[in-house]
Structures are given as C-alpha cells and as structure tokens.
C-alpha cells in the first residue's frame, strides 16, 4: 500500500486527534517511508513491537489485524490460545524518530476466535473507559496531564544468584563521585542529595540532552510545556506534557517513554522510570491533573468554592481517596513503589487534599485562576504503572465519587509531616506494599467493574500476575541490608 493511499485512508477516519505532523510528514516523505512498526502494550505496562513493509498495511489488514503469538506477551493468553491480532489505529501514527525509513502506528489487540477486542489488553479498556464516562451523562470529556519524573544515569549494573546480590548505579552528577577521580578531571557542580531542584548548568548537566528530548516530542506530535532537573541527585528530570483526553494521553505517555530511553541510549546514557531507584533521596512520581468536561465547560470549576472546586470535584476527589488503597494495586504497582512512598521525600502518602500542599495525595494547583485550568493533582502515582490501566482506574474512582456524592472532608491546609501525633493518628494513608495494595484491590474493585469496562478476569489476572512474579521473588530472596543487620546474631 501506498503512502497515498494511507493518506487517503486516514481522511476516512476524521478525528481531532489525527496530527497534521504526521500526515505532513508523510507527504514529505512518500519514497522514505518503507516500513511500518506497529506498537501494542502489554500487561505490566512495557511497550511491544514488530515491524511490516508498509506494502503489507492494506485496507483488509487495518481492518482485520495482523497476527501475532498472545503466548509470548505478559498477561495475554496460555500457549493453547496464543494466537491474536493487532489492528492499527491509524490516528497515532507518527514517524519512528529511531528507526529508519519507519512509522509506528499504536493499536489494539483482538481475539480472532471471537472477533472481539481483547479484555486484557489495556488500551481497550481505558478505551471503554471513555465510553463510560459519555454513558453516565456526567461528562463528554477526561484531560488527563501526568507529570513523569526520571533518571538518565551513566551506567547501572545489578545481578542476583543463590550467592549474592547487588546493583550499581553510577551517574557524573551523582552526589557521592565529589571525590572520584575516575580517569578524568573531576570539575564538581554535582547537585547535593535533594538539592537537584532547579540549579542551572554545568550543575544541570542534562539540559542539553533534554532539549533534544523535547525537540524529538514536538516532532512526533507531543505538546510539551517544559522540562527542568527534579530533586534528586544523580540525573533526575521531569518534562511536562500539556493535557489530553485519558487515551490519547496515554498513547503519549508510551512515546514519552520510548523517545526519552532512546535518546538516553543515544548518548551513552540510560534512562529509568523505576519509582525508587537511589536510597535516600527523592524517588520518581506521576503527578496526574485530572479534570472532566462537558460540552466545553469545566466541572471542577466553581467561582465561591474552595480552591475554586466545584462540588462534583470535591466528590471525585472523595472517591480517589475512598477507593485509593484499592488504586495502588495498579497506580503504584511494583514492591519499588513502596520505597518511595514513604514520609520524608515529598512522598504523598496521606490521604487528604489541599491547596498548594505537595505533602498531600490530592493537590488542587493554584497557579491561576482561570476556569480552563482548574483541575485536581493526585500526586500517589508513580510512572511504572501501565498508564492505560492507571488513567482508566483513577477516572472509574473519580466517577464512582460523584455518583455516590462522597465526601472528601475538610482540606488540610498545613504541612503533613509535622503535625502532632494526635492530628496524624487521625489521617489514613497509603498501604505500605504492593501485597498490602492488591489485597485491597482484591476486596474492593467493584467500582472498576461499571459498565464492564475492567473485567473480573482482568482483575484477577493483574492480581495473580502481580503476586506470583513480582511480590513473592521480591519476598523470597535475602536483602542485603539483612547481612548487617542479622550475620553476627
């Protein structure tokens, strides 16, 4: 198939999301492009690719998918039903910065027995996520803005057998090499542990780097709003999307990731979305603003209320923090999550709202006060949870707050980590692991389960998934902190 008639195929789909970039790219580029990688996520949240000649992208595989073994793919099908297709979804095609001669278009996947999309497969559900939203008649739209926060490291090594177990993370800007000499000049500016927070270069080392990062986005058709060092240590960075509609911006997300590791890789670096990956300091979050719409007006806008909040985002923000023990089995989903929620570290563990105040779960931002930009911050998710999956959870306990008019309470205007043993007693924070969040997911997920769009079979996959190889490897294996504090009993 041409790319002309690829063109011409997209024109059958209008959308708003359809990115002039990419169809003007592709104008541009009729005898370049010569492939198509065809991009789909798996459970856990990790991309998964192949590639076909874009000879193969005909009218009849759009619509009837490409096959592919659901065996091989986490979470998706036992080998005696492995197989499974992949249809593309024309309106995310973007021209593959990476790969030559190359567009990636993101897709679903379909169960070719039944003809169905898949259950498991998380674009689909936070897809009917979507869909429930128009269906209840509170709102037509979601805009979802998370803000990811990373490292780009120098190098990290780890391994683990019967006899021992270690990583090893270095990085140039790293606290701890002040004294290195490492074959080279040590020239210093390296930020101090939680002072990486907004220093200019040479002690920002990464500015650089992140340019290309952002200048790569807005060329794939990201809207980025700005980028900057985050707190810690060692190569921390945060760069801000602007806010989309819940799929779209996790399709953006996936990008994000992916064009963030490459251009990493690119310069000898390596980036990581793991929530904790340095011992006292900051780990890494994923601040998500949230806000619902309906037919162009904000819902969580009122002139006289708190914060300027309407009271239908008061109650969304009630059914966050109701259900959010149940949330952090899939928004905080790794044993590492748990290593960053923990006080001390701008760690939003507590479940309250507030004004301003990062130390809380839920934040309402007060930077203008424009209705357009009225919107909650749930602060307690971290960027390795799959966001198809997350966006979709956090909106079905947003929507299941307002249907069921919970009350958040009052807000907490005051710094959490220093109030009385009396005041802190009386607030209810985060599960502190992973076995502790999908106990909670497990007894309380009756409200993901409206209008079918995660399944029980979903949830009780994710579950077991989750325990048998994640929680138990973690759980089974010494730690090395145990050799100090327990090999001379």
Same mark, same amino acid.
């Given at each position: 198939m041409s790319t002309t008639e690829i063109l011409e195929l997209i024109k059958k789909e209008p959308s708003r999301t359809v990115k002039t970039e990419f169809v003007e790219s592709l104008k541009r580029d009729l005898e370049r492009v010569k492939f198509v990688d065809l991009k789909f996520t798996d459970m856990p949240g990790l991309w998964q690719h192949f590639t076909v000649p874009i000879t193969e992208l005909n009218e009849s595989a759009i619509s009837t998918g490409f096959g592919f073994d659901g065996s091989s793919i986490r979470g998706f099908k036992d080998i005696h039903e492995s197989d499974m297709l992949f249809v593309p979804d024309l309106k995310t095609g973007f021209t593959d910065p990476f790969s030559d001669s190359t567009v990636s278009i993101i897709g679903n996947v379909k169960d070719p027995e039944t003809g169905e999309l898949f259950t498991r497969d998380p674009r689909y559900i936070a897809q009917k996520a979507e869909s429930y939203l128009k269906e209840t008649g509170i709102a037509d739209v979601a805009y979802y803005g998370p803000e990811l926060e990373f490292f780009i490291f120098d190098s990290i090594r780890y391994d683990q057998k019967e006899?021992? =177990?270690?990583?090893?993370? /270095?990085?140039?800007e790293g606290s701890w $090499? #002040? =004294?290195?000499? $490492?074959?080279?000049?040590n020239l210093g500016y390296k930020p101090k542990f939680k002072e990486g927070y907004f220093p200019v270069p040479p002690t920002d080392s990464l500015q650089n780097i992140r340019n290309e990062i952002v200048e790569t986005m807005i060329k794939s058709g990201i809207g980025v709003e700005c980028h900057h060092h985050e707190v810690a240590t060692a190569g921390q960075c945060e760069i801000d999307m602007g806010y989309s509609s819940l799929v779209r911006m996790a399709d953006q997300t996936m990008m994000y990731k992916y064009i963030i590791k490459n251009i990493a890789r690119k310069h000898g670096k390596t980036a990581t979305f793991m929530p904790k990956p340095l011992f006292n300091d900051n780990g890494s979050g994923m601040h998500v603003h949230q806000s619902l719409w309906k037919q =162009?007006? $904000?819902l969580f806008y009122d002139k006289d209320g708190y914060a300027l909040l309407s009271d239908t985002a008061k109650y969304y923000i009630g059914g966050l923090l109701e259900h959010a023990s149940a949330l952090c089995g899939l928004i905080a989903p790794t044993t590492n999550s748990y290593k960053r929620l923990v006080p001390g570290f701008e760690a939003p563990v507590n479940l309250v709202?507030?004004?301003r105040n990062r130390s809380a779960a839920v934040r309402i931002p007060i930077y203008h006060t424009s209705d357009k930009a009225k919107r909650i911050e749930f602060r #307690?998710? /971290?960027?390795?949870s799959n966001v198809y999956l997350a966006f979709a959870a956090m909106l079905m306990a947003g929507l299941d707050g307002i249907k069921r008019k919970v009350d958040p309470g009052e807000p907490l205007d005051k710094d959490i980590y220093h109030l009385t043993k009396e005041e802190a007693t009386a607030i209810k924070s985060v599960p502190s692991s992973l076995g502790e969040s999908l106990n909670a997911l497990e007894e309380d997920h009756k409200f993901l389960l409206a209008g079918n769009v995660f399944t029980q079979d979903m949830i009780d996959t994710w579950i077991d998934y989750k325990r048998t190889k994640e929680v138990d490897p973690v759980r089974l294996r010494p730690h090395p902190w145990e050799y100090h504090l327990y090999f001379d009993i």
């Open positions: 006899n021992f =177990g270690y990583y090893y993370i /270095d990085s140039s $090499n #002040t =004294g290195t000499e $490492n074959g080279s000049p =162009g007006k $904000n709202y507030s004004k #307690t998710p /971290d960027p390795s």
